[in-house]
């Protein structure tokens, strides 16, 4: 036996609870796990919630990332006592996830943990860390260098606007970190290494099809308006990476800023992402990451704290990233 966070499906209502379940219980997979820690993303709240339909059958254990040892394996690149990381592939979606202190998974999906980080560090990044530095790499890609000027972070406070505040500043951007919490967060946004930390407001509602030119590029986790927005303030050849929705899953922009301004749109999903990619995405971490912004962005709860944590994710309350300590 051991303990899960299980999401169940009653009278047409999400029920998530802290339970006991069998090993004989996991899905398929080549290689068996034993979690150390998983985290709580946007995405586990809402499924834990059930404010949207994330979970694809029930019952389902959430947590769409953990590291963990493996303890057994048919898998080829891994043996037992090997230290892993799972980020997506449907995992905490579709198939019992990380929220659990055993897992079952493809060693297809799994990358090893990065030799400079300790497993805890691996889920103080999570995959919101993981999707930071996917949206750094495409900004990278797309030619957006430090001297082209300002990058914008939305959602700045958040589990992937902090981290991709830390690395952007770390890697000599500067960077202006766009958040609802100005009050509260500024200084911690600032000792991240923002330079301007500014209020959500001044990109939320109905903006014009062109703004004044300000952004070489951004990094989305918003949507709706204030992509709208971000859009339409970036620079001549600038790039936006859209990774988020929290602010709603709309985009109403026009094509203005694509057509007139030779804005790149860039679309990063990390669940579905190639696992070159990953891979080079989890070393950059290990190398480009200073692990103090780290402590200061992570804390941790327990698996009994989860399904509270999850509600304060969604209202917004939650600085930074969240760790679960699944023992
Ligand atoms: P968090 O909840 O940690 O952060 C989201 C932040 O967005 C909040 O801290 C807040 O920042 C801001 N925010 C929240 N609600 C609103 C709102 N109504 N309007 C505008 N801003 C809002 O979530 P994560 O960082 O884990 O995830 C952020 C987004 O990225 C989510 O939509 C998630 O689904 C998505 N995501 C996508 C991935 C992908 O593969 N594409 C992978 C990981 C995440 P502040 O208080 O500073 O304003």
Same mark, same amino acid.
């Given at each position: !036996? =051991? ?7 009653? +009278?047409?209502? =999400?029920? &998530?609870?802290?339970? %006991? ?5 996991? !899905? ?13 993303? =946007? ?14 059958? *029930?019952?389902?254990? @959430? ?12 898998? @080829? ?39 400079? *980080? ?9 995959? &919101? ?9 495409? $900004? %990278?890609?797309?030619?957006?260098? @430090? ?25 000599? =951007? ?13 200084? *911690? ?5 923002? /330079? ?9 509602? &109905?903006?014009?099809?062109? #703004?004044? %030119? ?20 970036? /620079? ?9 929705? &929290? ?9 203005? @800023?694509?057509? $007139?301004?030779?804005?790149?749109? #860039? ?9 070159? $990619?990953?891979? %080079? ?14 402590? !200061? ?13 999850? #509600?304060?994710?969604? +209202? ?12």
């Amino acid at each position: !036996m =051991y303990k899960a966070i299980v999401i169940d499906k009653q +009278d047409g209502n =999400y029920v &998530a609870t802290l339970n %006991e379940v069998t090993g004989s219980e996991l !899905m398929p997979g080549d290689v068996d796990i034993d979690v150390l820690y998983s985290t709580l993303n =946007y995405k586990d709240a809402l499924a834990i919630t059930g404010k949207s339909p994330v979970v694809r059958h *029930f019952p389902m254990v @959430p947590g769409i990332d953990f590291v963990g040892k493996v303890s057994t394996s048919s898998h @080829p690149d891994y043996q037992p006592g090997q230290f892993v990381i799972l980020n997506g592939w449907g995992v905490g979606e579709k198939h019992w996830g990380g929220l659990a202190q055993k897992a079952r998974v493809n060693g297809d999906w799994l990358v090893p943990l990065p030799t400079q *980080f300790e497993a805890k560090d691996a889920m103080a990044i999570g995959t &919101a860390g993981y999707t930071a530095m996917l949206c750094v790499m495409a $900004l %990278e890609r797309h030619g957006v260098t @430090p001297e082209r000027g300002e990058i914008l972070v939305t959602g700045a406070a958040g589990g992937v606007g902090s981290v991709a505040v830390a690395i952007l500043s770390k890697l000599g =951007y500067s960077v202006t970190a766009l958040s609802g919490r100005v009050e509260q967060e500024a200084q *911690f946004l600032s000792q991240l290494g923002a /330079q301007n930390v500014i209020h959500r407001s001044e990109l939320e509602g &109905a903006g014009k099809p062109l #703004a004044k %030119e300000r952004w070489a590029g951004v990094v989305d986790v918003v949507g709706s308006h204030v992509l709208a927005n971000a859009c339409a303030s970036t /620079q001549y050849g600038g790039v936006v990476a859209a990774c988020g929705l &929290a602010g709603g899953m709309d985009l109403p922009a026009t094509v203005a @800023p694509f057509i $007139l301004r030779g804005v790149t749109l #860039a679309g990063i999903d990390s669940v579905m992402c190639p696992k070159a $990619l990953r891979v %080079e995405a989890w070393q950059r971490l290990a190398s480009e990451l200073e692990l103090n912004k780290l402590n !200061m962005i992570a804390h941790e709860i327990t698996l009994n704290e989860v399904i509270a944590t999850a #509600a304060d994710l969604l +209202d917004g309350k939650v600085r930074g990233r969240v760790i679960v300590d699944v023992n």
